[in-house]
C-alpha cells in the first residue's frame, strides 16, 4: 500500500518561501513510469495543478507557476519536495501531493493522495 504524507509549516509570512516535503512509503519515487505532483485547492476554489516531478527526476510546472517554483527530490528518503518563492494571500491552500502513472498513457489519473496538508500565508 501506497502512502503519501505532507509535511511543512502550517504558515508562512508574505514574501517568503513555502516549502513542503511529500514522504512517501510503500512505493520508490524512482519506479518508472510514475509521477509526483503537487497540487493546491484554495477556498472555495477547484483543484489547481502545481507540478511534478517525474521518476527520472524530471520537472514540470504549471505556466501559472512556474516562475515561483520548484520541485525537487531526495531519493535516499523516498520524498520529494515544493518550494514556491514570494507567496502571497493568494498562496493560501491545502496542498497535496499525489501520485499518477504514465499520464501519457493513462491520463491525470491519480491513484494515491497525501491527506494534505494547510498552508495559510499571513503577517
Known amino acids: 500500500q501506497v502512502q503519501l504524507q505532507e509535511s511543512g509549516p502550517g504558515l508562512v509570512r508574505p514574501s517568503q518561501t513555502l516549502s513542503l516535503t511529500c514522504t512517501v512509503s510503500?512505493?520508490?519515487?524512482?519506479?518508472?513510469?510514475?509521477?509526483w505532483s503537487w497540487i493546491r485547492q484554495s477556498p472555495g476554489k477547484g483543484l489547481e495543478w502545481i507540478g511534478y516531478?517525474?521518476?527520472?527526476?524530471?520537472?514540470y510546472y504549471s505556466p501559472a507557476l512556474k516562475i515561483r517554483t520548484s520541485i525537487s527530490r531526495d531519493t535516499s528518503k523516498n520524498r520529494f519536495t515544493l518550494q514556491l518563492s514570494s507567496v502571497t494571500r493568494e498562496d493560501t491552500a491545502m496542498y497535496y501531493c499525489?501520485?499518477?502513472?504514465?499520464?501519457?498513457?493513462?491520463?491525470?489519473?491519480?491513484?494515491?493522495w497525501g491527506q494534505g496538508t494547510q498552508v495559510t500565508v499571513s503577517s
Open positions: 510503500g512505493g520508490s519515487i524512482t519506479t518508472m513510469y510514475y509521477y
Open positions: 499525489a501520485r499518477v502513472r504514465d499520464p501519457i498513457v493513462n491520463g491525470w489519473d491519480y491513484d494515491y
Open positions: 516531478i517525474g521518476y527520472s527526476g524530471m520537472t
